[in-house]
């Protein structure tokens, strides 16, 4: 029964950093989701076309 409680907390606590991250410390998005191609295939290939204009380094 205390094992669920753990895996409670740490979903929860999972949960409140995601929303604090994504509404409310202004980080912008992760360099990675500006290319069109997958990060996976960004690690592999190192390739990055641009959805939109601009430079960028591949992530």
Request: net charge negative; hydrophobic share 40%; aromatic share 12%.
């Amino acid at each position: 029964m205390n094992f669920r409680w753990i895996i409670f907390g740490l979903i929860g606590v999972l949960l409140i950093a995601t929303i604090y991250r994504n509404e409310m410390s202004g980080a912008g998005d992760p360099p990675w989701t500006q290319c069109k191609e997958s990060l996976v295939q960004q690690i592999f290939t190192g390739d990055c076309t641009l959805r939109f204009q601009g430079t960028v380094d591949p992530a």
